[in-house]
């Protein structure tokens, strides 16, 4: 709800990240939300990423469409910029701040109606573009804040409060940024804080896009019996694919899985992400076996979730523009205003 | 941008019965048919002997076959607008042949291939004089190599160019020059057109001893102009502004803008040393997402633009107030086009005055900006900028399909020697100085402008977080009703503050004037020409307002106040600027009189030497 | 809709220094708390009771948990519109008490949860009376059970219907007959809410011997009449205006209104025999889709209607045009919420008028209606559709937030006897008669509206082909100049048409009046009451218009010229409405005097006096 | 580029259909487009199978957004209505119009720009409601009539005329609809009108929306050496996955198919679609198979053809929303104006 930065840091702060900043300096404002909102949790658990990845908080972007889920910039990194714009055009608006400041960490919060409703054509576009950006969807099946209609991520079968069923095939967005090239799908669930935690952090190593589609329930209007987006369906219902760490460049153990029968993807900038199965075999790599479970998936009801694909290597949105890849904000005038020479050159031309 | 030349300059006809200097010749052919190279060719001859020209394209929404009409005017007198009259007429298209000659006025001189029978019994106009020529025999003599063959359709364009330059006494040297300008040097395609003019010279001095009465003679009127698009001297514009963001979606008849933009940036935004660019363009999937990058990136801090035309600013406009309400920088080219919906999208008109002054729902209001030349296409870019980013707000440059993609004659562009203003913006330091008294939304100055802060700048104090919904004066959200006028009253104080910025009217005031003229944009052409005839063949004489921008700043305002009657031209049905007008000057709304050309066609100075005395007689049958 | 009783209807006070039936009590709650049970409860009570009352809910753009407050009130008068004064304040959100205590005006009973200790040293005013009663500690009482613990949240709201009702003198047993029907009857939950309003009851005949001077007193002024929200109104309204196809997406204050259309049309519009719907609503996954979608029905032939607010409208603006140029039947309700951009979704302005008026690109026009109650929601829906197919175009319907929904007390809507105009619509016998003389696009009967044929009509010459592109008389593609402008003129003569039947204004005059208040929508409420003040108080009568729809129409146009000076009462900063008249009377715009309140509350009748006095002191100052 | 009807038909014209109407009746206005373009050569496709189907014109709407592709609905059956709306936003006109009257035959004619690139919001939710509608995608790669910049579904690496490379991922029109749910998927190319008129007709008898991704090169400005989706290209990687034939219902023999190592996939009208295999084994009733076979054919830059995937049992729209399946248009005045008693009712319960 508020804007205002905490007050100043002080060293006397136990503990800090490796910047030396606690974890106050990651904080946001109050949230208005409803009590036991998912979208809370999510905001706790990009509050942790950001501060242990140690990403100065100045240099992040946020962005957000409209919903309660778009609210949650404001709840977190207060000492970052917010950009909450109109309802399902975030994409755009971190496309064109992140292009004319590729500098910026880029965060972009949205709700399933936000993205999969009104803003599937701009969710398409910019995952095609692998504009490098931690893209959360908070997904409930619903529209929150115009009191739960259905969304365009409600399953089949599904019923409201009211008891209406929804009767339309809901969009996977994680099937379909596979199938549109994404770099880095995930799926993951506001009720496994450690798994959502992991993902995040990897995600803002990741140059390029990363969709991450959480399930997180809307406590007013679809956390009943007959909802597929409850907690308590969420609980019985939620599949890893697998166990996942991530050590990122500036560390070299990765505690929580030893190596053994893992798989290690290597980020360009020296980051690991380790994944450790869990019974089935399930290559994150492999976009064609992830399409499958996935789609499977649903036949059996299962929501899986962790990094379900995977491709690092990529070159992110700028560097297909052949733009410097630096900030095109404050480039010296001499740079952006061509010589009078140059000026003549052109005109002589048209003469 | 004065219109008339001195008599010096305006040179003198020679032999009686012979107009020099004063026609406007309509080669009618298909789209498509690649007679765009041939027409340059003969514009760009005269252009070259010094005599002021202008070139206008009236082509289909379509790409190959259907009709289309070239209109070259040379005018003595630098008139550059459109002519309602055509002197010659040259009928490449069978398709429309007949029609354009059974349209033409008397005494048109109608150039034509031999074998439409035009004068065949039944068809022939007496009033008209006829000079058939079998373009087609013609073209294959230099085309009979089989390699030549589907050049045939191209190349046969080039003969007219050489049959108008004898009949009308165009300097073939200067037509071999155009063409090697043209085709870039490309020897061999060059001796082929050449050729082909040469063949049209050759049969028109073996067979037409009488030559057409309409003349070109040397003058020296166009040294150091330009012959340029509008489109393109905006998107230059925007290079020499320091433009670093372009998203746009093609449509016509802008796209040329961006499209220009890219290439002159790919010559002249590349970094030596990587080879990498100083800018980024990003062809979008539509203009809501256009207009969406372009806040963004406008919000992190870059200059960025995007250009459409109608349909683009009314899909636009939900983020368009967003912006407004934001108050983030952000410069819209709208190259308008004929409405409403889909439209004319090949025909020019002024229609989308009154969307983008009052665009999106609330209360917003914009600056809008109108360019009449290529020059200011050109320099007004480098204003938009800055006024975008002084008044941190969208700001509209209204330009139309006729200046953004005719061929005009343009005075050279002046070297921009002012630094860029990037208006209010605190870095590092001084936000360390202003600290918790900054509120971003705060008028500090009395100007109703508050101060902004940059993503990454270094400093634990300066976020803000920026919402469409309700704000106070930190940024921070709020429902409180004095917040909201607060801060909404400070919108419109702003707006206030745009009056003094926004470029200044340019008036020609005449000893004697009854009454003004005020118009904007491309309207200029037709006014200042008719403005001219009405005082020199009916003893007429008005003031003239050209308006330059929205909202209307003191000068216009005391100009205004001045004149008892003040025609208000424009080029769309609704007289959208009068409404606006009315609305300002509710005391002295009666004193507007609309005048108004909506037929897709630029204006022309008939319409309004018509309108004026027509109004003439009405208030003088009154009393 | 006259807002002033007779005195027999009035009823009259009792004893001196009590006030009867005339004033306004503030709940201040948490959102989603559950208290609009409760305020309903005491809303109904007042209304059985025979006093006219109003509710307006002023919440938060959240879900649950920020400030909310809830205004009764009665007027024995019937002044159901917004009143800045509150006689009463409930103090039950512990965020808000002392704020809300600190900013009462002098003379507030102020009735709270004890444990707030709002009259603790420092804290305690003495110009206010308080009642302090132990919510907390009560509620626990009737919900001691585990099972009701979690209802205890609810039910306390119930105890403080029951200490006003005894402080008031509002009878319990209507609070019963309300809670049943609130309730739908649910036995237990009845019991349980009756008993808390029982335990409120008796708490406050224990403590407060004194009561408050406000009092509720039988009188019949409300018989027959309902308690509705507007957006419920309309809805109902498209229900028997044979509306088939509703498209669209949800969005504050809007959604209520479709939403509603469902609920009625699942109990209205079901086939007996095969229990399938005769109508079909489709939520569409953005607004863009929505009008799309209503526009493809309408041309099936289908009445079709979307609702929206301001982000809603902006959106759809390309298509709007479209439905403009290609002339098909559409109804756009715009419940109107305050911008610009997202601005505040909860607060109610009158922000779209020139939005929708001038929608979209090129030259468009459309047709506004203003419906000002419950009842012409109800009616005016039926309008809108009349209106759309016999013009052949898009219609909107402009309400707001706080008619759409608040709960009103209304008028019963009149049971629509009229046949629904379908408008000119050839089928296939008439097609054979016409046959080629028929154009789509040729107005033959001098209204300038042609006549349409339905996709499936069953005839080898009825199909035409609808295009955004220009086109002629017989809807075939156009590039031609003269097509257009024959076009485009016949729908601006199409646009007069219009004035003719829009629904007219409400026209009330009093003798001697030296001025005119022009107003809109919901301004009603606060203009009517302002304007019997200005009469009663301070002897200024004025006479009134009630703008019912645009354009302009002659009964609207010949009121405005027989007024020296109008003042013109907006919802918005801009006066947006004067924009449109100035533009319509220019040689009358100075006339026109605008009063604007755009803080998001309903207007208020104090917001007008003062306005009007003061243009008066200054008026007179001059001279 | 005229919606004139031609003069009614004369029962003397020799060869007729079911419906003794002439193919002349099935025609439409001159075409405005380049000579040899691609997407004259469907809009002749078009007319066969209308006139194969002896679908009466007057029962069809036609509908198309922007682009030289959405003009063509003015060049076939003079006699049907059209619907030329913006660029885009052609689903949804068609979604009001069906859903008001169902009982028209409803086809669509976009572009890959109109469609992929500013359109793909409306496509995406078009096919999660299964309305019944022909919607043909006249695919180039470019934007036509904006003179050839690049669209959405060009592939990687394809060059323009200027000799600018495309670095986006395409968007593969079929393999999305499959993952949206489509019922009715197919891919041809103008260039196979054989294949192109037998999906046409399975198309028009399909009760869902069939998605027909037609390969249609624009000579003007993408028919070079270097693009994608040039006559010669796609004349060189066309790999039709099936030969297919259609019988419609009132037809019992299907000649050029005889039964076989065949596939017969019923529709519910009693039609029947038949599939040969062409080498591969291909089963265009097996999602999964579908979308692996699509992808992989991206990598060996084939352009796969044919019915990629079919369901025809799925209900339509119409069925959904639960109404009644028959014209909204001019139901009677007792129909839709409920009584006074019911005014009355409703009107109590707000008292
Ligand atoms: C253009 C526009 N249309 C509609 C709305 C109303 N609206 C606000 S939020 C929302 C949906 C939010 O749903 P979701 O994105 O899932 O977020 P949630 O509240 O569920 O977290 C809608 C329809 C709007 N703000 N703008
Ligand atoms: C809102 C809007 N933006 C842009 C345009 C310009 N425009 C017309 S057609 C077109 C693209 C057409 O491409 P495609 O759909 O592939 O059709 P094609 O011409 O290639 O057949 C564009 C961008 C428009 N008409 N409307
Ligand atoms: S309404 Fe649902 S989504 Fe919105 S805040 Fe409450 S619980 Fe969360
Ligand atoms: S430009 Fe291309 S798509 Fe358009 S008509 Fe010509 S060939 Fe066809
Ligand atoms: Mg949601
Ligand atoms: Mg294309």
Redesign the interface.
Known sequence: MSAQPPAPSTPAAPKTNRLGLPKAEYEGGKSTLCLGCGHDVITKQVINAFYEMGVPPYQVAKFSGIGCSSKTPAYFLNRAWGFNGVHGRMPAAATGALVANPELTGIGVSGDGDTASIGIGQFVHLVRRNLPLVYIVEDNGVYGLTKGQFSATADVGATRKKGDVNEFVPIDLCSLAIELGGTFVARSFSGDMKQLQTILEAAIAHKGTSIIDVISPCVTFNDHEGSTKSYKYAKEHETPVHDVGFVPYFEDTLAEIPAGDTKDVPFPDGSVLRFRGVGRDYDPTDKEKALRSIHESHARQEILTGILYLNPAKPGFSEVLGATGTSLVNLPLDVVRPSREALERVMESMR | MSSVLTEAQAGTGSSSGVVVNDFSLQVATAN?SGSQTANSVLMRSIFQMGVPVSGKNLF???????PTWFTIRASKHGYIGRKREIDVLVCMNPETAEEDVREARAGTHVVYEKKLGLENPGKKRDDVTYYPVPFAELVVKITAAPEHAKLRKLIVNMIYVGVVADLMGIDPAESEIAIAKQLKGKKKAVDLNVSAVKLGLDYAAANFPVKIPYRVERMNATA?????EGN?AAA?GC???????C?W????PS?SLCESFID?CD???V?AA?G???????????E?????????????????FTSTS??G???M???I??G???EIPAVIFDVQR??????????T?Q??V??CY?N??????HPVLFPASPEECFTMAGEAFDLAERLQTPVFVLTDLDLGMNNWMSD??P??TA??DRGKVLDAAAIEKVKDTWGRYRDVDGDAIPWR??????????????????HNE????S?K??D??NN??RL?RKFDTARTLVPKPEIQDRPGAFAGLLAYGTSHYGVSEGRDKLAADFGVPLDYCRLRGLPIGPETAAWIRRHERIYVVEQ???S?L??IL??EF??I??R?VPIRQ????PLDATTVVEAVLSDREKSAKKG
């Open positions: 498509g289909p929404s379509n790409i190959q076959g259907l150091g102009k330009l012959i340029v393109a230059l290079v020499f502004a320091g433009a670093t963001v998203a979606y093609p449509i016509t796209s002159f010559e002249l935004r970094d990587t990498k660019k100083n800018v980024a363009v990003i062809q979008a999937e539509d809501i997402a256009s207009i969406g990058m372009v806040l963004g990136a406008g919000w992190a801090g870059a200059r960025a109608g349909p600013i009314s899909l406009s939900e983020i107030g967003l407004y309400y934001t004929v409405g409403p919906s889909t439209g004319l999208p090949t025909r008109m229609g989308d009154l969307l009052f999106s729902h609330g209360d917003a209001k050279a562009f070297y921009p630094p860029l802060t940059l993503p990454g700048t270094n400093s634990p104090a300066g976020a803000f977080f920026t919402r469409g919904s309700g930190k940024a921070q959200y429902e009703a004095t909201y006028v909404v009253d419109a769309n049905r609704d959208q009068v409404t009315r609305d509710p005391e709304a009666a507007f909506y037929n897709g066609l």
